[in-house]
């Protein structure tokens, strides 16, 4: 198990990379990898806490508090008040976030269906399968 399971990790660490370079590569450098993700998120989540988005992400709060800090300083989100925790505020996309999260995610369907389309959907979920367990093993 050892050997399958080391090279599945590599082969891991190879696409984590590829996919850093593609985000920069499709989107010119206007965010980073972790910004496209924190928009992602609120994007399919609503409005949230950085440490409720820290959680999803497995990373620590402070590391997301920077980058919503950055987010903000762009005018892509918003702090709003949390009526469940006064200390901890809401973040919400902006109409400009959405705009800027609409066109990132068009513009990765299109890379993905260009690459990936002719793959089959069922393999293709059976790996994410298998990599959801991994995760949640680990």
Same mark, same amino acid.
């Given at each position: 198990?050892? +050997?399958?399971?080391? /090279? $599945?990790?590599?082969? %891991?660490?190879?696409? #984590?990379?590829? %996919?850093?370079?593609?985000?920069?590569?499709? #989107?010119?450098?206007a965010l980073s990898a972790p910004q496209r993700a924190v928009l992602e998120y609120l994007h399919e989540h609503g409005p949230s806490t950085v440490p409720a988005v820290a959680r999803s992400r497995n990373v620590s709060r402070q590391h997301i508090q920077g980058i919503v800090? /950055?987010?903000?300083?762009?005018?892509?989100?918003?702090?709003? !008040?949390?009526?469940? #925790?006064?200390?901890?505020?809401?973040?919400? %996309?902006?109409?400009?976030?959405?705009? &800027?999260?609409?066109?990132?995610?068009?513009? +990765?369907?299109?890379? %993905? !269906?260009?690459?990936?389309?002719?793959?089959?959907? @069922?393999? $293709?979920?059976? @790996? @994410?399968? &298998? $990599? /959801?367990?991994?995760? #949640?093993? $680990?």
């Amino acid at each position: 198990m050892c +050997e399958p399971a080391w /090279s $599945l990790f590599d082969e %891991l660490r190879r696409l #984590h990379n590829r %996919l850093l370079q593609i985000v920069e590569e499709l #989107h010119g450098g206007a965010l980073s990898a972790p910004q496209r993700a924190v928009l992602e998120y609120l994007h399919e989540h609503g409005p949230s806490t950085v440490p409720a988005v820290a959680r999803s992400r497995n990373v620590s709060r402070q590391h997301i508090q920077g980058i919503v800090n /950055s987010l903000a300083e762009q005018k892509w989100v918003d702090a709003t !008040a949390n009526a469940a #925790h006064r200390r901890s505020p809401l973040y919400v %996309l902006t109409d400009s976030g959405r705009t &800027v999260i609409a066109d990132v995610l068009a513009r +990765e369907t299109d890379y %993905l !269906a260009d690459r990936l389309g002719d793959l089959d959907a @069922a393999q $293709l979920r059976a @790996a @994410a399968q &298998v $990599l /959801s367990s991994i995760r #949640h093993r $680990l």
